[in-house]
């Protein structure tokens, strides 16, 4: 069972930048592709990045294309997203999560796909 901590979460004005991190127990971690994920207060929960294990794949939803930036450090056992010019409707828990299947370069965006999961972290955007 991996365990994924996310930490980072904060409020910050629009315009600004936050970056998130997620670390994983196991260096099981390293064969994963990594997802970000983020829920709103009465919407369903929506894809926001992936990662492939090594790294040279990635894929973003069409809302954070050019502010968001994935990646990780697999000597860390950590990804990260870097969010830049945050809007309020970014405004949401954002949740990391494993794809089991290991060496693939396919980036799922249901969140069925994915195994495990962190706790969340809350990102609050002020207009």
């Known amino acids: 069972q991996v365990r994924l901590v996310e930490s980072g979460g904060g409020l910050v004005q629009a315009g600004g930048s936050l970056r998130l991190s997620c670390t994983a127990s196991e260096g099981t971690f390293r064969s994963y592709t990594m997802g970000w994920f983020r829920q709103a207060p009465g919407k369903e929960r929506e894809f926001v990045a992936g990662?492939?294990?090594?790294?040279?794949?990635?894929y973003y939803a069409d809302s954070v294309k050019g502010r968001f930036t994935i990646s990780r450090d697999n000597a860390k056992n950590t990804v990260y997203l870097q969010m830049n010019s945050l809007k309020p409707e970014d405004t949401a828990v954002y949740y990391c999560?494993?794809?089991?299947?290991?060496?693939?370069?396919?980036?799922?965006?249901?969140?069925?796909?994915?195994?495990?999961w962190g706790q969340g972290t809350q990102v609050t955007v002020s207009s």
């Open positions: 990662i492939s294990w090594s790294g040279s794949s990635t």
């Open positions: 999560a494993a794809d089991a299947s290991h060496y693939t370069f396919r980036i799922p965006t249901m969140f069925r796909e994915y195994e495990y």
